[in-house]
């Protein structure tokens, strides 16, 4: 008798949403160590910073059984101090092995700029690091200027708001569906 090796579980759906629990939000700050510490090297040790006091962290979520597994993906976003209106997102991480997903960054960008939108957002803007300027041309950002920060390249971009309706409810956010290769 020969047994096929069984495929690795995969999600068939992510729910991003804003992270609303407290394991969500402690999962959220993990990835971001995760990926811009561990693997980016773009800080030591933590990277939050005055910005996490006031900020909103919004999460992508794989599923099992429909029910919430873990943070695959996360960003957040707040309203700029020095000027009513101005709504930026920062800090927008993958977990590895989704990072081909590409209806979670589309995701977690669409939650970020719909919900600002929805709390008087009159001007989306994000420092993206130049490798991820395609994805955001592609959803309707246009770069600004090109600035380096924490020692790489990256675009100051502002989101196209006509692309992004309000949401009114991103404590549900939205699901996003994906297919295994």
Same mark, same amino acid.
């Not at 990926?35 to 919004?58: K, L, M, N, S």
């Not at 709504?87 to 209806?103: C, D, I, K, N, Q």
């Not at 919900?115 to 991820?132: E, I």
């Given at each position: 008798?020969?047994?096929? !090796?069984? !495929? ?7 729910? &991003?949403? $804003? ?5 969500? /939000? ?16 773009? $800080? ?6 005055? +910005?996490?006091?006031?900020? &909103? ?14 943070? *695959?993906?996360? *960003? /957040?976003?707040?309203?700029? #101090? ?7 997102? #920062?800090?927008?991480? +993958?977990?590895? !092995? ?14 970020? *700029?719909? #919900? ?6 009159? /001007?989306? %803007?994000?420092? *993206?690091?130049? /490798?991820?300027?395609? %994805? $955001? ?5 246009? #770069?600004?200027?090109?600035?380096? %920060? ?32």
């Amino acid at each position: 008798m020969i047994f096929e !090796p069984v !495929p690795p579980y995969w999600p068939s759906h992510f729910r &991003i949403k $804003f992270a609303t629990s407290s394991w969500e /939000r402690n999962a959220c700050a993990a990835l971001r160590r995760q990926v811009f510490c561990t693997e980016q090297r773009i $800080f030591t040790g933590d990277d939050r910073d005055a +910005v996490d006091a006031h900020a &909103i962290p919004i999460c992508a979520l794989s599923t099992l059984g429909g029910d919430a597994d873990a943070v *695959v993906g996360t *960003v /957040r976003i707040h309203e700029a #101090s020095e000027r009513a209106g101005a709504w930026w997102g #920062s800090r927008l991480a +993958v977990a590895g !092995p989704f990072r081909g997903t590409a209806a979670l960054g589309a995701g977690l960008i669409q939650v970020a *700029v719909s #919900s600002a939108h929805a709390r008087g957002c009159t /001007r989306f %803007l994000a420092h *993206v690091q130049d /490798r991820n300027v395609p %994805l $955001f041309q592609a959803l309707h950002w246009t #770069s600004l200027d090109e600035v380096e %920060l924490h020692g790489r390249p990256h675009h100051l971009m502002q989101a196209d708001l006509a692309a992004y309706p309000p949401m009114h409810d991103p404590e549900h956010g939205l699901v996003t569906f994906h297919k295994a290769a």
